[in-house]
């Protein structure tokens, strides 16, 4: 099974916020086994949003050149080979 394309992201740490570097992507709340239903989030014209389930606001930045910042927040699923 393939990875997922569609970024994933977490606040684990409870920040106030996160930039993203793109408009679509999961939230899922904090880290496995503490996550809310990961769910698809797509900012459309805006530049920012808040998750419905955890209050995690999400910026966009264009100038960002990662999928996130912090970087640690972008989740990482780790399946077994």
């Known amino acids: 099974m393939a990875d997922h394309s569609t970024p994933h992201f ?3 740490a409870g920040l106030a ?6 408009k679509e992507f999961m939230c899922i709340g904090a880290l496995p ?10 900012m459309g014209s805006d530049n920012e ?5 955890c209050s995690t606001r999400y910026v ?4 960002l050149h990662a999928p ?3 970087a640690d927040c972008e989740f990482q699923s780790r ?3």
């Open 60 to 63: 966009y930045d264009a100038a």
């Open 17 to 22: 916020k996160i930039r993203t570097g793109v």
């Open 33 to 42: 086994p503490f996550d809310h239903p990961h769910i698809f989030i797509d």
């Open 49 to 53: 949003t808040i998750c419905a389930y």
């Open 68 to 70: 996130c910042d912090p």
């Open 79 to 81: 399946q077994a080979a």
């Open 10 to 12: 977490h606040n684990q």
